[in-house]
């Protein structure tokens, strides 16, 4: 059973999206290994008391799917629930391994760096994850376009994806900007399929890609099963509908950030 954890989700758009979460991962194969994460957001930094801390996240609920992109749906739900934070969020001065040990005693499964933090943090960040249990199962690229640099780290902490960004370019072409995005993905796609690191476009407040349809366009045209959606809930309120996004997308979502609209 897929379980939002919080309480309060004031965005009334994201009721009534379980039964269309649960038939688009129901393609998941049992046993399978590979980790997929729904991500909290919340621009307040974390704090280290605990009961503070789960004042502010109260609002936040995390959903983590294991599925293969493009898939069809068929069979039981058999994803295992696992909630992430993003590294930037841990803002007080600890060490790496105080920060992960933190978010191991609030109860979290996992944790993002930005590629930057992973590349600095990466002996630290691994030997942390490792005394901890504290996953890092991604790594974030955002629009970056040295994307095999975020692979390469991302495997190197035993990550499973790299989240990246298409950004609009306002003054120029969207035709051009387009393709452009797409070939910066595709020169690094034969790589992330080397290392078994999914390829997750996000979608944000970018007025670019901002409706289902499009999104799976772009995804499908690059004719690889490791490029797929990292799908924000709360980013996707500007646009539209939650439901319509997951009954479009299906299992080409491979990892949720779940928070309110903000």
Request: glycine share 8%.
């Amino acid at each position: 059973e897929v379980v939002l954890r919080g309480a309060g989700f004031r965005a009334p758009h994201i009721r009534g999206c379980r039964e269309r979460l649960i038939r688009a991962t129901r393609s998941t194969e049992e046993g399978e290994q590979r980790w997929q994460h729904a991500e909290e957001k919340k621009t307040m930094p974390i704090r280290p008391d605990r009961r503070s801390f789960l004042q502010t996240t109260a609002t936040l609920g995390a959903i983590a799917v294991i599925s293969k992109p493009h898939q069809a749906a068929a069979g039981a739900f058999t994803g295992k629930i696992k909630k992430a934070v993003k590294y930037g969020m841990v803002t007080e001065p600890l060490s790496v391994m105080d920060k992960l040990k933190m978010l191991k005693d609030l109860g979290f499964d996992g944790v993002e760096p930005g590629t930057s933090d992973a590349l600095e943090h990466r002996d630290a960040l691994l030997k942390a994850s490792q005394a901890t249990g504290v996953a890092v199962h991604g790594v974030v690229c955002a629009s970056n376009p040295d994307i095999t640099t975020s692979v390469d780290v991302a495997k190197d902490l035993g990550a499973t994806s790299v989240l990246l960004v298409v950004p609009t370019n306002a003054k120029g072409s969207y035709l051009k900007n387009y393709a452009d995005r797409q070939e910066i993905i595709r020169r690094a796609i034969g790589h992330a399929e080397k290392h078994n690191i999914q390829l997750l476009i996000e979608n944000v407040w970018a007025s670019f890609l901002n409706e289902p349809l499009s999104m799976a366009r772009f995804v499908d045209e690059l004719q690889s099963p490791i490029v797929g959606v990292y799908f924000d809930v709360g980013n996707n309120i500007r646009w539209g509908y939650a439901g319509h996004w997951i009954e479009v997308l299906g299992n080409r979502i491979g990892k949720l950030d779940i928070k309110e609209y903000s």
